[in-house]
């Protein structure tokens, strides 16, 4: 089976940093993505690992280490508009499947 | 920028009703995804399209059937509808040209929200 753990919750205040971790145990793996979900919203894209290492795109970077089968979202100068569901997904190797973890509701607070 | 479309956005049908939910991907994407989502739960993967063919399918019920048309747009049919089948149900396209590689920027629909009485 499919397991994607990450923390339920995080609480956080402005101006900080936070990381957002995600284990996985897949039957095959291609690459590890993150969305961001405000309540009541869609998903958005933030960012994806293919490879191990450390991709920035802007306040937010990702890490995977597919030897650990471990990633994290790390958000930096974090924003009231941060707060949000954050959601790791991997992808079932070279297929159009994905698995979602069960998501960290993120709590930015002034 | 076009986005991707889905209707109705809301719905309430009754049990053992049948309810079809439509999807309009961003044009020239190439794959649609159909997700779950109950309350306080993750998106779970129902079932994906590649060049109108069915692709993969995850955790779809056998009540539950989807398909993709020759425009792309693509149609989840839903039949026998039980209580537990209220959620959200997203609609996500992408392509070989979304994000960084292949196929891995998912682009989501606004989801319609399906009540069953």
């Known amino acids: 089976g499919q397991s994607l753990e990450q923390p339920s919750e995080v609480t956080a205040v402005e101006g900080a940093i936070v990381q957002i971790n995600c284990t996985y145990q897949t039957s095959g793996f291609y690459g590890l993505s993150w969305y961001q979900q405000h309540d009541g919203g869609a998903p958005t894209f933030l960012s994806y690992n293919g490879l191990d290492g ?14 650990d089968s471990y990633g994290y979202l790390l958000l930096q100068e974090l924003q009231m508009k941060d707060s949000a569901s954050y959601f790791c997904a991997v992808r079932e190797a070279d297929f159009n499947k994905f698995y979602f973890g069960s998501g960290t509701k993120l709590n930015v607070k002034p | ?103 891995n920027e998912q682009f989501f629909g606004p989801g319609t929200r399906l009540t069953v009485l």
């Open chain 1, 54 to 67: 450390l991709e920035e795109t802007g306040r937010f970077s990702s890490f995977l280490s597919r030897s």
């Open chain 2, 1 to 103: 920028a076009a986005g991707v479309i889905q209707s109705p956005r809301h719905l309430i049908k009754e049990k053992r009703e049948t309810a079809t939910l439509k999807c309009y991907p961003i044009p020239r994407h190439d794959t649609v995804y159909w997700y779950q989502q109950g309350p306080g739960q993750d998106p779970q993967f129902l079932i994906s399209f590649y060049e109108k063919m069915q692709s993969d399918k995850g955790s779809i019920p056998d009540r539950f059937s989807a398909q993709q048309f020759s425009d792309y747009h693509s149609e989840l049919n839903m039949s026998s509808l039980e209580l537990g089948d209220s959620a959200l149900y997203f609609c996500a396209s992408s392509s070989k040209l979304s994000g960084t590689e292949n196929h």
